[in-house]
């Protein structure tokens, strides 16, 4: 017998169109990924993970550990196990690939490559599943407890809340940039959307060369200072108006037994959930 791809979703448009909107695909977003596979890893056991989101067409990869992937790498969803995952609501546990009766014909298993795998839908909010966080074994077949098992699938919630969390954020950001814009033109029929840009460069402390604020600075809208490029009151009450106040935000870079530190809180707190 042959790999027998998975069905399609029923939902598969909707929910093609939900992961879509996560905007996540084709970004460099790997470390913010990689620590949820290291602490699957370390939980488990296991030799190497995956992180993937599905479109419409492929499997793409987010982030992966203990074995080599391209950033960005696409495949085909037909030639993945991890795509029979988003048919599923739990896990889909598989000690020993050679015993599955379908992924036993997989060419990961018939090669040797894989043995064990364990597959976790990653679904967002509205029910959708974006994609699959899943555990390889590659030397043997290795088991693993329910408790585990528990743990991680608390894990990958955690991982959905958090793409929940930015694609929210990010729809709102771009809302925000669309009323700052109908605000500036509506004030400023005759400014171009240079002229906004150049404002938000304003806004945000960037050194704008004087004549590329000339129409700014007829507007009354920045004065020179100091030989730069500075807004004035009436530009300060602009801003506020197009509610693009900017904050400082605080950077914190961890190392060392600092980070070990922060993964074993991590897990303290998955197992009171």
Not at 14 to 31: L, M
Not at 201 to 206: A, P, Q, R, T, V
Not at 217 to 244: F, P, Y
Request: charge should be negative.
């Amino acid at each position: 017998m042959e790999w027998v791809p998975a069905p399609t979703p029923i939902n598969e448009k909707r929910r093609a169109k939900a992961t879509e909107r996560t905007g996540i695909i084709g970004t460099d977003q790997v470390y913010l990924f990689d620590i949820y596979l290291e602490i699957a890893k370390d939980i488990s056991g296991y030799e190497g993970g995956s992180f993937s989101l599905y479109d419409s067409k492929n499997q793409c990869s987010i982030s992966a550990i203990g074995f080599e992937k391209e950033l960005h790498q696409k495949n085909d969803k037909a030639d993945s196990i991890c795509s029979y995952v988003l048919l599923e609501k739990n896990p889909l546990v598989v000690f020993d690939l050679k015993k599955h009766d379908i992924f036993k014909y997989h060419p990961a298993a018939t090669s040797g490559m894989c043995h064990s795998y364990c597959g976790f839908p990653v679904r967002n909010k509205d029910g959708y599943a974006l994609g699959t966080f899943c555990l390889l074994n590659f030397t043997e077949v290795k088991e693993m407890s329910s408790e585990k098992i528990e743990l991680i699938e608390k894990l990958v919630s955690r991982l959905a809340l958090q793409i929940d969390t930015q694609t929210e954020q990010k729809e709102l950001t771009s809302q925000k940039i669309s009323k700052s814009i109908d605000i500036f033109m509506d004030n400023y029929r005759d400014f171009t959307l240079s002229d906004y840009k150049n404002f938000i460069d304003i806004c945000s402390g960037l050194n704008l060369p004087e004549k590329d604020a000339t129409n700014l600075i007829h507007a009354n809208l920045c004065e020179i200072r100091n030989m730069t490029v500075m807004l004035s009151s009436k530009g300060n009450e602009l801003q506020e108006k197009m509610n693009i106040v900017t904050k400082i935000h605080n950077q914190i870079k961890v190392e060392g037994n600092e980070a070990n530190s922060l993964i074993d809180n991590a897990l303290d707190k998955l197992g009171d959930l």
